[in-house]
């Protein structure tokens, strides 16, 4: 029985993985999820913008807006099928995601060891997926770098056997809004996958399955002149000295048809989405398909995913200053009656303003000093969801008018980026650059190096 097990198993393994998907065990989980994914060739490492980045790169859930429900489900060749079920919630700190992927094939003939038949099995490989990030990245510059995980619990069934195991995912994400022609953003990630995973099957000897790390690097950019979206990835798993490098590109059409292609380890691919909303609540339809050396159809993944609102901020915690007063002057000799009032120390109500920052000298980093006063910023402007805020940088007058001006956009990208990894959504948020062309002080070049804020409704 135990030579049987192994002779099947092994004859599975060579259906499964014929494609050279590294092969192996626990090989389902590098084969990628979601039709988005497989339309841009699995380049979506650096991408990971939706409920999938939970399978792709944990930490892209960090920039992720709203809550997402996820379901796909893909055809693949001689039976073979792949369901994927997720679930992101941003929180005011933490991101967090849930998945399930299913792996399956069905109607293989089971054969002994002198080749007689068996009957027939089923093969069933499932990873349960808990991926956790913060909100808050470390802000450098401008450039906003993300952490996240992923907890891989595993359960595989076959010809009366099971195995179970766990594993990690560790990934970093790093995100600089440029916003200069040619390109509007550029985001890098590295994921390091299958770090301490393994599976323990309950045959007589408890064979333990090691699963093979890999590691992946992607790059995406979005272009500044047109809805456009690039992608790469390049993976390299150790144990079989085996890479491969993934490309992709997604353009949005009128911001409810998305197109892609992409090219991936020789196969081209293809894709779209339909982006729809139905009694107020947002839908996106998804498609991918993928040629294939083996199925004469090819590969076709179809997803639906429900956008749910964006989380409730909670007020940053701040301190503030003691309120503004105004006392009113009464002379001794005065009587108050009582039909008189006497009001001393009546709260004034200014309008909404945001207090300016400070920077050094050809520098755009932000003081720790003012990091408090950001942080009232932020929680004004999230006290009032229905402000806008310009934010403009300023420099002295050391430099061109050219290096000031740039200086000047530096200053305020930064300050928008803290502001963003404070909770405050980003279309809320205009920039530009004065330069030296506004100063606050002739006499005094530090006060001219700051960055202002201008509300507005």
Do not use: C
Not at 114 to 127: H, K, L, R, V, Y
Not at 166 to 190: E, H, R
Not at 407 to 425: F, I, M, N, P, Q
């Amino acid at each position: 029985m135990k030579l049987r097990f192994i002779i099947t198993f092994a004859s599975v393994l060579g259906i499964l993985y014929a494609q050279g998907y590294s092969g192996g065990a626990g090989a389902f989980l590098q084969y990628g999820v979601g039709p988005r994914a497989l339309g841009l060739g699995n380049a979506f490492v650096g991408v990971s913008d939706d409920a999938s980045a939970i399978y792709w790169n944990p930490a892209g859930l960090a920039t992720l807006k709203k809550s997402e429900l996820m379901v796909s489900y893909g055809t693949l060749f001689e039976g073979r099928r792949q369901s994927y079920l997720a679930y992101n919630r941003p929180m005011s700190i933490l991101s967090f995601g849930l998945g399930w992927l299913n792996y399956s094939v069905s109607g293989i003939s089971g054969r002994d060891e002198f080749g007689q038949p068996t009957g027939d099995i089923t093969d069933s490989e499932n990873a349960f997926l808990l991926a956790l990030t913060s909100r808050h990245g470390l802000v450098i510059e401008g450039l906003n770098i993300y952490p996240g995980a992923t907890l891989k619990i595993l359960y595989q069934s076959l010809a009366g056997y099971s195995a179970t195991g766990s594993g990690w995912d560790f990934s970093l994400t790093a995100k600089y809004n440029i916003n200069k022609f040619p390109i509007k953003d550029f985001s890098l990630a590295g994921v390091m996958r299958n770090v301490a995973t393994s599976m323990k099957w309950n045959t007589l000897s408890e064979h333990v399955d090691e699963i093979p790390k890999s590691y992946r690097l992607g790059a995406k950019i979005s272009l500044a002149f047109l809805p456009v979206t690039l992608a790469t990835d390049y993976e390299h798993i150790p144990t079989y000295g085996l890479s491969y490098l993934y490309t992709g590109a997604e353009i949005n059409v009128f911001k409810i048809l998305s197109l892609r292609g992409g090219y991936n380890r020789g196969e081209i691919t293809g894709g779209t989405s339909i982006d729809m909303s139905l009694a107020k609540q947002r839908f996106q339809i998804h498609y991918g398909y993928s040629t294939d050396p083996i199925a004469a159809n090819g590969i076709h993944k179809f997803g639906i995913s429900y956008l749910g609102p964006a989380p409730e901020r909670k007020p940053i915690k701040f301190t503030p200053p003691p309120p503004e007063t105004t006392l009113i002057a009464v002379e001794e000799t005065l009587k108050v009656t009582e039909k008189e009032t006497l009001l001393v120390g009546v709260p004034t109500k200014p309008p909404i303003t945001l207090e300016p920052i400070y920077f050094d000298l050809n520098k755009w980093k932000i003081k720790p000093e003012y990091e408090e006063i950001l942080k009232k910023n932020a929680n004004i402007l999230l006290e009032h969801e229905n402000l806008k805020v310009l934010i403009t940088g300023h420099t002295s007058d050391e430099g061109s008018t050219e290096y000031n001006t740039r200086l000047g956009l530096k200053r305020a990208w930064t300050v928008k980026d803290y502001l963003v990894s404070l909770g405050v959504d980003e279309s809320r948020i205009f920039i530009r650059s004065r330069g030296f062309a506004e100063p606050a002080d002739l006499k005094n070049p530090q006060r001219n190096r700051r960055v202002e804020f201008e509300v507005s409704e």
